[in-house]
Nanobody
């Protein structure tokens, strides 16, 4: 099970940090990712991290502003979001994949409940 937290309301230019705690073990060959879904839009990839080595990959709209990280001991993945924009407003989901890397939601088998991020202009 994945439990996401940390969403909220922030002004444009502000920051938020999302957390996602996994109740089970995450294998080093697996990946954890963040996706988001804005109203009326499809769920889109945000960032992913390979659990063992920590390799990271970001969607273009968030590169340079968002940072994904993990704490192996706590089985927790984070998403630090800086310089937030109104277009970042969405429900953010964390997810687990048995693959080491993927930007496709189809490759993620477990999902958190989602946490709302709202950025006001």
């Amino acid at each position: 099970q994945l439990q996401a937290s940390g969403g909220g309301l922030v002004q444009a230019g502000g920051s938020l940090r999302l957390s996602c705690a996994a109740s089970g073990r995450i294998f080093s060959s697996h990946a954890m990712g963040w996706f988001r879904q804005a109203p009326g839009k499809e769920r889109e990839f945000v960032a992913t991290i390979k659990w063992g080595v920590g390799s990271r990959y970001y969607a273009d709209p968030v590169k340079g502003r968002f940072t994904i990280s993990r704490d192996n001991a706590k089985n927790t993945v984070y998403l630090q979001m800086n310089s937030l924009k109104p277009e970042d407003t969405a429900v953010y989901y964390c997810a687990h994949s048995r693959l080491s890397y993927s930007v496709s939601s189809w490759d993620y088998n477990s999902w958190g409940q989602g946490t709302q991020v709202t950025v006001s202009s």
